[in-house]
Each structure stands twice: as C-alpha cells, then as structure tokens.
C-alpha cells in the first residue's frame, strides 16, 4: 500500500474511533436512584467508544483528555435517541401511495401478501430499506424494531439485512416466518444469515417476526420459537389487534405455550382490543406492547384502551409510506390524544378535569426509554454513564425552539425534524451538523428513485378493487363502506 494510502487510513480510523465530548449542552439524562429524569444544564457528555464515560457540569469544570473531539452544543438539547418499535422498512417505495387507505385495502394492495410478494426484487427490498431506515436516522431515531415481512425468497430476505446494516441504526431486524403463495419457508435462510455473521460488527442484530402462531401448537411453531433460541434473537415480535379485527386472545395463548414468561423479549404490535386480562399478562410477565398512534388513526386499527396499559408499552411507527416517521411525532400525537380520552371521559360525566392527566415527560418516556425497557437493555433509551452514546442533538435555537427553559418539553411539543443536528449511534456520528454522514445518501436517493419510479408505475397500472369486500381474516367483523367526511360545501367533489 502506498505509503499516503496508509496515512488516508490512519486517519480515517483516528476519525472514527476519535472520543467525542458534546459540551456545554442541556442534558436530559437518566437518575436511576430516582429513577426518573434528571436535567443538567451546561453539561459535557464525555464518548469513549461505543459509551457514555462521563456526564461532566460546567463547574467544578471538566478538561477532554487530549486527542478527543471537542463539539460545542451550547443552546442544544442532548436527549437519549428515539425508539420506533414497529416498523416493516422495506416498504419505502409506496411513499405518498396510501394517503387515504384502509387496512383492509392496505392488506391488498401494499402488505406482504399482496402484489409486492411478486413484484419486488431484492433491490427494491435492500434500497426500500435503506431510505426509510434513512429517514429514521434523520429524524433522531437511533432504534429499530423492523417487522421484515418481505421475506419472500431468500434474496429479498437477505436483501432487508443488509439495508439494515447499511443504514447504521440500532436495527433488531426481525425476518418474518410468513407463508407465501409459493410455499417458501424462511426458517433455513434466516439460520444461515445469522450464521454469515455479516451483522456482527454492525449495530443490526437479527430477532424473529411471526403472525401465524396457531393453537394447539403446529410443529412449524415450535420449529418457530426453536430458531428464536438457536439463533438467540434479542427479541421476538407479533401483530395483535383482537376486537372487531380478530385474533383475540394472542397474549393469553403466548402464555399458556409458555413463551411469554421467559427470558427472551416479546412485543406486542398495536393491541388494539386488548382486555384488561391480556394488559396484566403483559405485566406479570415484563413483555410490551408498541402502540403506533398515527397508524392505529390512519388505517382505523383504534386503541381505545391503550392508554391504559403505557405502563407496559413504547411507541412505533408502523408504515412509513403513509404518514410521518418521526417518533417525536408519534409521541406528540399520542400524548394529545391520550389527553383528550381522559379528559372527555370527565366531560362526559359534566365534571372539568383540573389536572392535566399526562405530562410531556411521560410521552418522553414512551419515546425513549420504554422502548429499552420493552428490549430489556438496561444499557439503551437512557443519558447516563456506562449507556450506550445513542444519542440525539437537537438545535435549541431555531425559531419553533427559541425561549425553552424545560428541554423535555421543548422536544416533545416545539420540536421538528430539522431541529436534529446531531444523531450518534453506538459513540459514533450517524449524522452530523443536519447531514447524514453514514454511507451515501445522495447515491442511495438515486438508486432508491429508480425503485420506486418502477414501483409506483406498477401500482398505477394495477386492477384493484375499489373497496376491500371479504373477511379481513378470520373472525373479524363485516366491512362497510361508511360516510366520507367532506371539506367542500356542494357534491361537486365528493371526496
Ligand atoms: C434458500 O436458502 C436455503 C439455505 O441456504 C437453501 O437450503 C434453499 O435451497 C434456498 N432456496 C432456494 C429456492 O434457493
Ligand atoms: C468483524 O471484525 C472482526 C475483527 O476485526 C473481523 O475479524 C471480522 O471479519 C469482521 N466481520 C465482518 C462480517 O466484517
Ligand atoms: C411469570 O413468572 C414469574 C416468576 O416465576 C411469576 O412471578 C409470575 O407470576 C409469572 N407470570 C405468569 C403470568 O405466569
Ligand atoms: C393518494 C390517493 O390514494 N388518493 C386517493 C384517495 O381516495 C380517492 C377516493 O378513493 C382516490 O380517488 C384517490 O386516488
Ligand atoms: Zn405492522
């Protein structure tokens, strides 16, 4: 090797593996004697590696060891990285496609089991995934958990891994054990790409995703929760709407199996109908539900009791196609729909709720460290020394922030995505100065549009139905085609 080629090197390696000291910023780190938040003001995080080795105060003062980067964030906001603890990445292509969908028409025409099992290639599965995990990472999501249904052979299977890993994240990619219409059974390239070990030096482990479970167990199940051991997936997660929508009792058969009580994590993805029995199993077993607020309203999943069971639960976003990404967002959103739940729950009774029932730092809370909780990382979702730098800078001078003195607030109400400066992920720059710095995002966007241009024009010239008709799954309720709501005075428009 050339002898600058060896310097080039060098210092790209002193670059990368560089500590880092984000000083003098507003700090919303973790006390875990109290257990609760804890503000420090005019504060430096001192990065060594992938972990946080110091929180330092102003005063008494604080001297970065020599060779360390030095970033000033006076006037920013250090917050722990988000949590979305439901996605399904792949599926970036459909972006703006599903604006005013159902889910019953979601399950036809852009779900696993619709046209995309046929058309899409592993490129588009593998730039689909980079560019919404992309989006994430803008938005100040350092966490992952990727329902990957778009394993339909082994290529797009595969395909989903590495976007993830390309994506820098904290991705838990969890391959879905789905039936297809060619009969593919996953099991066998999901055993062999956790063996490639092609994650093991990435922030991308491999869990396992499954929506088929039936009672009494098939042999295909146990085999399922086998691979779950043998690869030891980090975590294990499952759809679950009950009610009107079916599958009820999902909880309640995951603990009569014996899996829910164990050692490995189990999220529960929407839990629109949950009863009050599956809310305390979830309790008495330390597993999580991931409520994706904008989705449950966009598709018309509901949640009506979800607010009852935040105790237990983080949030997602479900599919980025259709609405936002951000989970600043989604806590927002679900904070003030929470509100309004329980302070109409007094209107109704002619009684005016004098206490606001939900603070920002609960919705904080649902955005952050919950989604460690729901993983069982100790060392995640949380500001404090020995976790893991994952974490976000938000700009505290723009003009929607200016005048904060509550960070927590100031992030969770003022916010916007193009307050996030800084992203680390794993001690290292994910993004940087209001610029993705991990991999190509320019030469992403390009091979990602030629995706999605082939995807789009596809769609466009399919035959569906204009209403979903037929069961949605078994034991769900009938469909119905219900009353628009109309923004234009006349008929002239309709819809
Ligand atoms: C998929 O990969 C598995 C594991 O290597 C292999 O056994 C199987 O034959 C492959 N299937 C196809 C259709 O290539
Ligand atoms: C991970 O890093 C180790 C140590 O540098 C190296 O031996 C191994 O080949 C790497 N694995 C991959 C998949 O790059
Ligand atoms: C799960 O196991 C713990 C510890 O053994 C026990 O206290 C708890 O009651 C169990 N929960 C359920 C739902 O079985
Ligand atoms: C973007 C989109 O899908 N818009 C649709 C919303 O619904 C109306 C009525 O079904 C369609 O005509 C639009 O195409
Ligand atoms: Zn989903």
């Known amino acids: 090797m050339h002898a600058l080629a060896v310097l080039a090197v060098l210092a790209h390696l002193a670059l990368v593996n560089a500590d880092v000291v984000l000083q003098g910023g507003t700090v919303i780190a973790f006390n875990d004697a109290t257990n609760d938040l804890e503000i420090m003001r005019d504060t430096s995080v001192h990065i060594v590696g992938s972990t946080i080795a110091g929180l330092h105060p102003a005063s008494p003062g604080f001297t970065p060891p020599a060779g360390t980067e030095v970033l000033d964030v006076r006037g920013s906001i250090v917050s722990p990285g988000f949590f979305d603890m439901h996605r399904h990445a792949w599926q970036t292509a459909f972006k703006t496609l599903g604006s005013n969908t159902t889910l ?3 399950a036809l025409r852009y779900g696993s089991g619709g046209p995309a099992s046929r058309v899409f290639t592993p490129e588009d599965v593998e730039i689909g995934q980079l560019a919404g995990l992309y989006e994430s990472l803008n938005s100040g999501v350092t966490t992952v958990l990727d329902h990957a249904h778009h394993t339909w052979s082994n290529d797009t299977t595969a395909a989903g891994l590495r976007g993830s890993i390309a994506s820098g994240l904290r991705v838990f990619w969890c391959p879905s054990v789905m039936s297809t219409s060619t009969g593919f059974d996953q099991m066998a390239v999901i055993r062999e790409l956790f063996a490639g070990r092609s994650w093991e030096n990435s922030t991308t482990r491999i869990g396992l995703s499954f929506d088929e479970l039936q009672e009494p167990l098939t042999p295909r199940d146990t085999a399922v929760f086998d691979l779950a051991k043998e690869i030891d997936a980090p975590v294990m997660t499952f759809h679950f709407l009950g009610g009107p929508w079916g599958g009820d009792g999902l909880p309640q058969a995951l603990n009569r199996l014996g899996f829910l009580n164990g050692s490995m994590p ?3 993805s929407h839990g629109s109908f949950m009863t009050t029995t599956d809310m305390n199993l979830l309790r008495s077993t330390n597993q999580f539900l991931a409520i994706t607020p904008e989705s449950e309203m966009h598709y018309g999943h509901d949640h009506p009791s979800s607010h009852l069971i935040m105790d237990q639960a983080a949030l997602g976003v479900d599919t980025h196609f259709t609405y936002s990404t ?6 927002r959103i679900w904070l003030q729909s929470a509100r309004l739940v329980a302070f109409r729950q007094e209107l109704q009774k002619s009684q005016i ?4 029932p939900m603070s920002a730092k609960q919705a904080f809370f649902l955005a952050t460290r919950n989604g460690a909780l729901a993983l069982r990382r100790d060392d995640l979702g949380v500001v404090k020394v020995g976790a893991k730098a994952d974490l976000v800078v938000f700009d505290g001078t723009s003009p929607n922030m200016l005048g904060w003195s ?3 607030a100031a ?7 193009s307050d996030v400066q800084h992203v680390l992920v794993d001690g290292e720059f994910r993004k940087r100065d209001g610029k993705i710095v991990f991999g190509d995002f320019k030469a992403v966007s390009e091979r990602f549009l030629q995706s999605r241009d082939r995807i789009q024009e596809l769609w466009a010239n399919m035959n569906f139905p204009a209403f979903f008709s037929g069961p949605f799954r078994p034991n769900a309720a009938e469909g119905v085609v219900g009353p628009v709501l109309d923004v234009v005075r006349g008929d002239a428009t309709g819809y």
């Open 406 to 408: 509550d960070p927590v």
């Open 411 to 417: 992030i969770i109400l003022h916010s916007h995505v």
């Open 266 to 268: 189990i999220v529960l």
């Open 353 to 356: 709720n004098v206490r606001n």
């Open 326 to 331: 951000d989970i600043v967002g989604q806590a």
């Open 104 to 106: 019953p028409e979601y």
